[in-house]
Nanobody, 116 residues
């Protein structure tokens, strides 16, 4: 059974930092591209950052220079370090694991709220 469990969300003031974690089980973690998506109220889910099995990273323009995605294959965990947070970063953040179109999975989400 595949499980992606996010943690680290919460309430923070603008300019602050949070680190999200996503612990994976039931998959060959090192082979998966891991990503963070977010969905703000009333908006579509969007890609925030991704990291491939080889360590290549990709970021949404809106978070470049402020967010950093990383992974620890020994711990089956992917992280999202979020600095210089803005109120517009407020959303539910979801972890995603992708190996193939028929093998991709979502976590349950963690709420991030940034107050102005």
């Amino acid at each position: 059974q595949v499980q992606l469990v996010e943690s680290g969300g919460g309430l923070v003031q603008a300019g602050g930092s949070l680190r999200l974690s996503c612990a994976a089980s039931g998959i060959i973690f090192s082979a998966n591209t891991m990503a963070w998506y977010r969905q703000a109220r009333g908006k579509q889910r969007e890609l925030v950052a991704a990291i491939t099995s080889g360590g290549a990273t990709n970021y949404a323009d809106s978070v470049k220079g402020r967010f950093t995605v990383s992974r620890d294959n020994a711990k089956n965990t992917v992280y999202l370090q979020m600095d210089s947070l803005k109120p517009e970063d407020t959303a539910v953040y979801y972890c995603h694991a992708y190996l193939a179109p028929w093998a991709n999975y979502w976590g349950q989400g963690t709420q991030v709220t940034v107050s102005s």
